[in-house]
């Protein structure tokens, strides 16, 4: 079946409803680790509304699915943590094994995608690390709740 395209601000309304679902069946964070934050956020985007609204360095392919943007921590007043360990860069041998899930759930449209990740890793993952581990770990449970909370599957169903 091929998703229709839709107006920008529908597809914008779709991945907010679709995130707010998300977030709600994330992981919790456990009140006896010492965390900063209160839960976490999984934030995925739409390619081409994306590329529509930031500068891409290449087009998305022409068949579209949600791609992972990352996993934020986040605290209940709207704030989050963030750079928790910015010396904590991204080792590619620790998540080498992940490289062509990561590629495709999970690239850049602006970058690099070895600059996105070190970016999301630096920024959101060293403070998650406490819950979900360090990097390899970090990246497979990203990876999984993505695949797990499946995005597509709804519009899909919603389309018919």
């Known amino acids: 079946m091929q998703l229709i395209m839709a ?3 529908m597809l914008s309304a779709l991945v907010l409803f679709a995130t707010v679902l998300a977030t709600s069946a994330t992981l919790q964070a456990d009140t006896n680790l010492n965390t900063d934050f209160d839960y976490f956020y999984l934030v995925r ?3 081409a509304t994306f590329c ?4 891409c ?3 998305p392919p022409k068949k579209y699915a949600f791609t992972v943007h990352g996993l934020w921590p986040q605290r209940r007043d ?3 943590p963030e750079f928790c360990d910015a010396a904590s860069n991204l080792n590619i041998d620790d998540i080498e094994d ?7 759930a999970w690239p850049s449209w602006s970058s690099a995608d070895m600059v996105f990740w070190n970016h999301e890793w630096t920024r959101h993952g060293t403070c998650a690390e406490a819950i ?7 990246f497979q449970t990203v990876l999984s709740l993505h695949s797990k909370l499946d995005i597509q ?3 899909y169903r919603w389309q018919q």
């Open 57 to 59: 360095t290449h087009r």
């Open 132 to 138: 979900v581990g360090h990097q390899h770990a970090f």
């Open 52 to 55: 529509n609204d930031h500068y």
């Open 45 to 47: 985007q739409w390619p």
């Open 78 to 80: 709207g704030t989050w």
């Open 7 to 9: 107006p920008t601000w």
């Open 153 to 155: 599957v709804h519009i």
């Open 98 to 104: 992940l490289l062509p899930e990561l590629e495709q």
